[in-house]
């Protein structure tokens, strides 16, 4: 276990460096946040006014945009895009052979180079939201609680987010072109996981669909905790069933891995 | 001057038939180019469905509108990929991997050569899809729309495209003098989204900034505007300005980095 461990940290540590070579992606990447959320503002400003309302569904205006706010970043740190186009290449062109013949697995290597590129973004993300409750103060992070529930819940999403993705890149296996696939889900998925609209704003029908999909756990569960719109009775037993989408999506990853590789060529497309 | 224009169009075209041609190799890519754009064309009507399931208009633009404007948004991003996209995201890896010279080499104009060498050929499917929409849409908008209103709009949408190639083109091409600037797409991107919200939400400095320095409402609300609501002489005007400008700039920012070109591994 404690070898296991060490190999795949060395793969954070290595990507880790890496990615200090590259820190303009975090610069651009709080760039893509506070611009969305500019773009956000903007547009529910003029809804509120003209609604002349103080509230809808539950959302007063400065109360929406510090939920948005956290969707944003959550949205980001939770996104492994970038990660499964470099997996479904590495397919493509035979690639992969260096993850067969070695003792680490595609799963775990690719999860944890994921974490080492996206480490610089935690480190900027997290000061922001140490600094949220200052700026926005009574939106979000009550109380240490919140701060906990908001951690684990967060954590869930990113590995389920990255379970999802590898289903998908693994049928790279069997397609050559998948990325379209990956591309598309991530556009949709930028929406559908109220990442710039909550769901509690969607149509009855649209919310429904989602609810009975993983979706709502990536993003809308998180920040629901973060900003207390979620009662405390109900944490646990989401984080259940968002534990068992993380199982359940990791399985189904795992038999789509296992019958692809039977007809992986092993030679570049 | 005549001989070099019909020289350079008939090289485009060459462009564009060896580029149908590697498209064709790749038929997955072809559909799967397709799929991603419906899905995207799809999100986007979503997300402006929900925002006017709570209000009837943002500022002069009705639900009506905004559907139009989405076309026009779709349009303007169609054409960009058809043209550009193939190329203005590569040209960072180009500079890092040395691959700039065998564009450099040619014995044409290099900026043509970067900027138009790989179309986007599927984004013809959707670029005629979407011609169809618009018009269709445009017939049963609740408003008469004359001709001179589709005229000036073309010669609108026609110079939204171009501040937006110099734009893009620009900040690609600062790639130069950042050595290694692999998130030139996403930062390009993201200054890009300004464009693909109805410009009635920008107000005050910010909606100034976002007509001058960094001209997003140029590209999309404007033409969207000029089609709707009538020609606009100062709208016209001000956007071949800015046109004008980013073009200008763009020849003498690819000048000036093309200096500081050292080859592979620069």
């Known amino acids: 276990m404690k070898g296991w461990i060490e190999k795949y940290l060395s793969v954070v540590r290595m990507t880790w460096i890496q990615t200090l070579e590259y820190k303009a992606n975090t610069i651009v990447g709080a760039f893509a946040i506070f611009s969305g959320l500019a773009i956000e503002f903007l547009i529910w400003k003029q809804v509120f006014q003209a609604q002349g309302a103080t509230e809808i569904r539950g959302f007063t205006f400065n109360g929406l945009i510090a939920y948005i706010f956290l969707c944003m970043i959550v949205g980001q740190l939770k996104s492994s895009w970038a990660t499964s186009i470099e997996m479904i290449e590495s397919i493509r062109t035979g690639e992969l052979n260096k993850y067969l013949i070695r003792p680490v697995s595609f799963f775990t290597y690719h999860f944890m180079m994921f974490v080492g590129h996206n480490s610089l973004f935690y480190i900027v993300y997290t000061t922001i939201l140490i600094l949220f409750p200052i700026m926005l103060p009574g939106f979000a992070f009550m109380t240490n609680l919140h701060v906990g529930g908001f951690i684990m819940a967060l954590l869930l999403s990113i590995y389920l987010s990255y379970a999802i993705y590898y289903c998908m890149v693994c049928f790279a296996f069997w397609f050559g072109e998948v990325r379209s696939l990956v591309i598309a889900y991530n556009i949709s998925n930028i929406v559908l996981s109220g990442q710039i609209i909550p769901l509690r704003l969607f149509p009855d029908t649209a919310r429904d669909i989602i609810y009975l999909t993983p979706l709502q756990y990536l993003v809308d569960f998180p920040v629901s905790i973060a900003t207390n719109q979620l009662p405390m009775e109900l944490w646990l037993p989401k984080m259940a069933v968002s534990f068992a989408w993380c199982v359940a999506m990791t399985l189904a990853g795992a038999v789509i891995y296992r019958a692809g590789i039977r007809v992986y060529g092993g030679f570049g497309a | 001057m005549e001989d ?43 997300f402006f469905s929900v925002i006017y399931s709570y209000v009837d208009a943002i500022g002069v633009f009705t639900k009506e509108d905004v559907m139009i404007f989405l076309i026009v948004t779709f349009l303007t991003d169609t054409l960009y990929m058809f043209f550009f996209a193939g190329n203005l995201f590569n040209l960072n890896r180009w500079m890092v991997r040395g691959d700039l010279d065998f564009f450099l080499l040619k014995p044409v104009h290099s ?35 004359p001709l001179l209103n589709w005229a000036a709009f073309i010669i609108s949408l026609g110079l939204g495209w171009i501040i937006w190639y110099g734009v893009e083109f620009i900040i690609s091409t600062s790639c130069f003098w950042f050595k290694n600037f692999s998130v030139s797409g996403w930062l390009s991107h993201e200054i890009l989204k300004f464009s693909t919200r109805p410009d009635s939400i920008y107000t005050g400095l910010f909606r100034k900034v976002l007509l001058s320095a960094i001209p997003m409402i140029l590209i999309v609300s404007i033409p969207t505007r000029i089609l709707l609501y009538g020609p606009d002489i100062k709208y016209l005007g001000w956007q071949l300005i800015v046109a004008l400008v980013f073009l200008i700039n763009s020849r003498i920012i690819w000048k000036k980095g093309l200096l500081r070109y050292e080859s592979a591994s620069s």
């Open chain 2, 4 to 46: 070099s224009v019909r020289r350079y169009i008939s090289l485009w075209w060459s462009l564009f038939q060896n580029s149908l041609t590697r498209d064709m190799e790749f038929k997955a890519n072809f559909l799967g180019g397709l799929f991603v754009d419906v899905i995207f064309y799809g999100i986007q009507f979503f």
């Open chain 2, 111 to 145: 900026q043509f050569l970067v900027s138009f060498r790989y179309i986007k050929s599927y984004a013809v499917v959707s670029l005629v899809i979407l011609s169809i929409l618009l018009v269709s849409r445009v017939v049963i908008y609740s408003q008469p729309v």
